[in-house]
């Protein structure tokens, strides 16, 4: 179980824009160019984007705002800081949501989002690997509820 400590504030970018733009720079050489500089897309919904970055880089923003901003005038791109979390085994975070949600986590990788020990959460799992997120505010919540079942 991670501790306290390992539940931190996770550096974000939040996009707001037309489905059809996010859909087509996303295919295209953006979704390539953000795995180059160590950022992973989460789609939250049609027009929602949350982007994990390290550091929320200048680079990441940038290959943003080319691709996305300079086709939808009206997108929102704004630095996050409404999610903290904590990565943790995937094997682990699979009982957890069992133990404690009524639903489970599809099988392979991807991002979930649902209510687990009594507080919304998403969860991205790749590989053996799982990021357990929570809304800022109530990330306290989070640690203490990370129990895994035996």
Avoid: Y
């Amino acid at each position: 179980m991670p501790g306290p400590e390992a539940v931190a504030v996770i550096p974000a970018l939040r996009v707001v824009a037309d489905p059809v733009v996010l859909d087509g720079a996303l295919a295209w050489a953006l979704g390539a160019r953000l795995a180059d500089l160590g950022a992973r897309v989460l789609r939250l919904a049609p027009d929602d984007l949350l982007v994990l970055s390290p550091g929320a880089g200048g680079g990441v923003l940038g290959a943003l705002q080319e691709e996305i901003a300079g086709v939808d005038h009206h997108a929102i791109l704004a630095t996050e800081a409404g999610f903290a979390g904590a990565w943790c085994f995937a094997g682990d975070v699979r009982r957890w949501v069992a133990a404690n949600a009524d639903w489970l986590l599809p099988a392979g990788d991807g991002l979930s989002q649902g209510q687990v020990a009594g507080l919304p959460v998403k969860i991205l799992v790749d590989g053996d690997d799982a990021l357990v997120l929570a809304p800022t505010p109530i990330a306290h919540e989070l640690a203490p509820r990370l129990e895994w079942p035996a």
